[in-house]
């Protein structure tokens, strides 16, 4: 079946560096990507779709210049976390659809912990 | 108004029980919905596809109401196995929306 790998697992870096975190679908072409941060207890909330050839479109409240979003093909987007600090601290899992109106694919999620 | 709303829960329930969410969302243009399980800091798994004839697999059974604008999913006889959080994701036509989630602790 699809599926979507999310590299790496696991981030410990120091505060005011930069982490890219990729997603890749494997086995099928995602023009669109999803990015959704989850903080310890809490559900997962979405950041901003990745838009294969196109600028990606942010949440409201989510800062553009922070957490870069580049769709660079239809088989992979990455997420730079730039200049990061404690308080982005947090679980972060990408999810590709099959295909329009189809279910998801998640990545197996990054914890990114900043010290 | 969140475009996504869900029982807040959590539920602790007995191994045994029958337990029910409900979800609700506000899009009525929305196409397609899922219920996906997520145990702690792991991806969400899709658990099933919801249908407006309603779906069952197994202990769980989920419906849709369009005219009301909800979904549910039922888990009947559950098992320790079932404690969990349950989001449910309801796809517009350009994205998708997840509910906050209910967490569900089945107990001995």
């Known amino acids: 079946g699809a599926v979507v790998s999310q590299h790496p697992s696991r981030v410990i870096c120091k505060s005011g560096t930069s982490v890219k975190i990729e997603c890749r679908s494997l086995?099928?072409?995602?023009?669109?990507m999803f990015w959704y941060r989850q903080f310890p207890k809490q559900s997962l909330m979405l950041m901003a779709t990745?838009?294969?050839?196109?600028?990606?479109?942010?949440e409201q409240g989510v800062e553009k210049d922070k957490f870069l979003i580049n769709h660079a093909s239809l088989t992979l987007s990455t997420l730079t976390v730039t200049s990061a600090h404690p308080e982005d601290s947090s679980f972060y899992i990408c999810s590709a659809p099959y295909t329009t109106n189809e279910k998801l694919f998640f990545g197996s999620g990054t914890q990114l912990s900043v010290l | 108004r969140k475009e996504v709303e869900q029982d807040p829960g959590p539920f602790n329930v007995p191994e045994g029980a029958t337990v029910a969410f409900n979800c609700t969302y506000s899009n009525s243009a929305s196409q397609s919905f899922f219920w996906y399980r997520q145990d702690c800091r792991k991806e969400p798994k899709l658990l099933m596809s919801v249908y407006s004839s309603g779906n069952e697999d197994g202990r769980f059974t989920a419906q849709l109401n369009r005219a009301s604008q909800y979904i549910s999913l039922l888990i009947r006889d559950s098992k320790l196995s079932d404690s969990a959080t349950y989001l449910c994701?309801?796809?517009?036509?350009?994205?998708?929306?997840f509910g906050a989630g209910t967490r569900l602790t089945v107990k001995p």
């Open positions: 086995d099928f072409q995602a023009t669109t």
């Open positions: 994701v309801v796809n517009g036509l350009r994205d998708m929306r």
């Open positions: 990745s838009n294969e050839g196109s600028k990606a479109t942010y």
